[in-house]
């Protein structure tokens, strides 16, 4: 069997024959080369329409997918066209590959592929190539995806920030969390309300104006937005988000207080004390349980704080709305009470946005935010797989590569 015979099988295209395939001069590679079929027309790359041959331009060299351990190039001279439609002569469309790029198409998809699984630089490597095309595949496929995808109806969507990089640089990730899909819709550079504007004319008013639910924190520039834009929906805080506040105000708390016992001379009880009450007490084993229990003894602001923000878990169990919110009161009455001010701004802060606390029960739980939760993990284990240059531009790619579930080019043939 020919080598022909075999490209002939998986990457075959009308109007194109492959004549003859050889190794390279330093037999590193196998260079297959490519013809026009006798008398086929050929296609202009600005309006994809046939058009009179002008002319044909030197050979070029298109990568294709390595084989065995020999790289594999596609030898083709493009012919240009004297396109009357585009009044211009013009280099010809050829299906394998565009004008600009030297891998062809199906060698991108496969990179792309891959760099799902491997990070980008192992991907290079696997496959004896350089950064920069992986990155070049990527941007292909993503690309690709973006102007193809459909957005069809979004019930739900969670909105998110993480860090990026150092010095305060977070990105705002708007997910789709449907029961039947989940994933991510949209990507902006920074935390501001412009940026979060451009995800409401990215995805247009007739997407938007359906949907039902918004899961995110209580950032209020964003609250803001949701209530301009999906006046309809149900705004749902997020869980996982009150859970961490609460941890940091305890947080805070344990410090202050641990630093004026040192300075009164008192014994250091609260030493070593941190995860103790950070975490939940169900997930204590049996001798930090011991501690835990000791401690609780003495009459101080950590420990009553710790109470509080144990007590506050029950608010979960709720089915209705109405008890939750009855609890939800009684809650922050108590906390008002309790003379520790970083509680005292949480429950606060619960007060003011009681109503979307409570959308939470009315939602049945269905949209837990712990659904963008999972998600935002796995976008900071694809932002640390990250990738040479972490620029805004790569973190983007790889993050609507592996999260966007966006559709792929067509191929010709399933090579991974
Ligand atoms: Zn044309």
């Not at 449907?178 to 902006?188: A, F, P, Q």
């Not at 949701?226 to 961490?244: G, M, Q, T, W, Y």
């Amino acid at each position: 069997m020919e080598l022909i015979t075999i490209v002939n099988r998986c990457h075959r295209f009308r109007g194109f024959v492959y004549h003859q395939a050889r190794f390279s001069s330093d037999h590193k590679s196998i260079e297959i080369s490519v013809r026009p079929r006798k008398r086929s027309i050929a296609v202009c790359s600005r309006c994809h329409q046939p058009a009179p041959g002008y002319d044909q331009l030197p050979e070029r060299r298109f990568e294709f997918i390595p084989l065995w351990g020999f790289f594999v190039f596609l030898l083709y001279a493009m012919r240009r066209v004297d396109c009357r439609r585009c009044g211009a002569v013009v280099v010809e469309q050829v299906p394998w590959g565009d004008g600009k790029r030297t891998l062809t198409r199906a060698y991108m998809l496969f990179l792309a592929r891959w760099a799902r699984r491997l990070s980008w630089k192992e991907t290079a490597e696997a496959f004896r190539t350089s950064w920069e095309k992986v990155f070049d595949a990527v941007e292909h496929v993503v690309t690709w995806g973006l102007e193809h995808r459909s957005l069809g109806q979004i019930d739900a969507i969670g909105v998110d920030e993480i860090q990026y990089a150092k010095g305060h640089k977070y990105l705002t990730l708007v997910y789709q969390i449907d029961i039947g899909i989940t994933r991510l819709l949209w990507i902006g550079k920074e935390r501001t309300i412009e940026s979060f504007q451009g995800f409401f004319t990215a995805m247009g008013k007739d997407v938007i104006s359906k949907i039902v639910f918004v899961c995110s924190d209580m950032w209020e520039p964003y609250l803001k937005l949701i209530r301009e834009h999906c006046s309809e929906a149900l705004h749902i805080l997020d869980r996982f988000h009150i859970v961490a506040n609460m941890n940091k105000a305890l947080d805070q708390v344990r410090a202050e207080e641990t630093g004026r016992m040192k300075r009164e001379g008192r014994a250091p009880v609260l030493n070593k004390s941190r995860w103790l009450l950070l975490r939940h007490s169900e997930n204590l084993g049996a001798d930090q349980h011991f501690r835990l229990r000791d401690l609780l003894r003495y009459n101080l602001k950590t420990v009553r704080a710790y109470l509080l923000k144990e007590a506050f878990q029950q608010l979960w169990e709720y089915n209705s709305p109405a008890w939750a919110g009855k609890f939800l009161d009684e809650w922050c009455r108590q906390t008002m009470r309790s003379r520790i001010e970083p509680m005292k701004k949480i429950a606060r802060s619960l007060r003011n946005h009681r109503e979307l606390i409570l959308n939470y029960f009315r939602a049945q739980k269905l949209l837990s935010s712990g659904v963008v939760e999972g998600l935002n993990n796995k976008a900071k284990v694809t932002m640390r797989k990250s990738y040479g240059f972490r620029t805004y531009r790569v973190l983007e790619l790889a993050l609507y590569h592996s999260l966007g579930k966006l559709p792929e080019p067509e191929s010709t043939h399933d090579f991974f």
